[in-house]
């Protein structure tokens, strides 16, 4: 059977229902990832999960140790990756509450430890990247969310901001006329360095507000906090449908 590997974002930073059998403390050779991997049952199955922000949630996005999370998870045995983050909603159709299972992703990040592949290298690798997400796994995710009667898309392009600052409207403008359907600032080079290592990887995405410009008021962090709340619930429940099935 497949392992999974889990990375909680915003909000999820424990599985509640998880069964931990072990909290792994790896150094890599890249340092060390955001937090213990935990491995346990979930769902009745071998799981491991990470806490992308680590627990408690100390680590903003551009500053994660995305590299040393990922070789952490594939030295640990993940076979497969499911990552969940919040985002914000670009498209008219990503309300607030809504799930996107992106298709597609577009990166704006800058300065970030992107790869695998440099330093002292036998040859140059440039990996395949045109369809970053694996269509199995999404395809998996979608039947979850159907199950559970969640609001969701089943395509949806992803770009990824450098954060930690939320976009200006006209940064979002500029998104939505590049195609970006939702904003995040973690999935890259998450989704990269996962293709790297060869390892399937998919995102549950969970629009937790509105855009910069696309609603009247500003963004704030209660709004975030309320949707995260009513929305992770649901998505715990998508995962734990996704593992048993
Ligand atoms: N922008 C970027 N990242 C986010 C947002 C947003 O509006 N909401 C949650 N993560």
Not at 30 to 35: F, L, N, R, W
Not at 77 to 102: D, K, S
Not at 195 to 215: D, I, Q, T, W
């Amino acid at each position: 059977m497949t392992v999974y590997a889990i990375i909680g974002g915003t909000g999820l930073t424990q599985l509640d229902g998880l069964t931990i059998t072990a909290a792994l403390n790896r150094e890599t050779p890249y340092g060390v990832p955001s937090a213990p991997l935990l491995r346990g049952e979930y769902a009745g199955r071998d799981v491991l999960f990470l806490a992308r922000h680590g627990h408690p949630h100390r680590v903003p996005p551009h500053q994660v140790n995305y590299r040393a999370n990922l070789w952490a998870l594939k030295e640990a045995g993940a076979q497969a990756i499911i990552a969940v983050n919040a985002v914000g909603g670009i498209h008219m159709a990503m309300g607030t509450g809504h799930f996107c299972v992106p298709h597609q992703l577009i990166d704006y990040t800058a300065g970030r430890e992107h790869t695998f592949f440099e330093g002292e290298l036998q040859h140059v690798t440039h990996i395949d990247f045109s369809h970053p997400y694996d269509a199995e796994l999404r395809e998996k995710l979608c039947s979850g969310l159907l199950a559970e009667g969640c609001a969701f898309s089943s395509h949806g392009v992803y770009g990824c901001t450098q954060g930690p600052r939320l976009e200006t409207v006209a940064e979002i403008a500029r998104m939505e006329r590049d195609g970006c359907d939702i904003v995040g600032m973690t999935g890259m080079p998450e989704a990269a360095l996962a293709r790297e290592l060869a390892l399937p990887y998919a995102c549950l995405s969970l629009v937790v507000n509105p855009a910069a410009g696309k609603s009247a008021g500003v963004i704030t962090m209660a709004q975030i906090e309320r949707a995260l709340e009513e929305g992770m619930g649901k998505a715990k429940a998508v995962l734990a449908r996704v593992l048993a099935a």
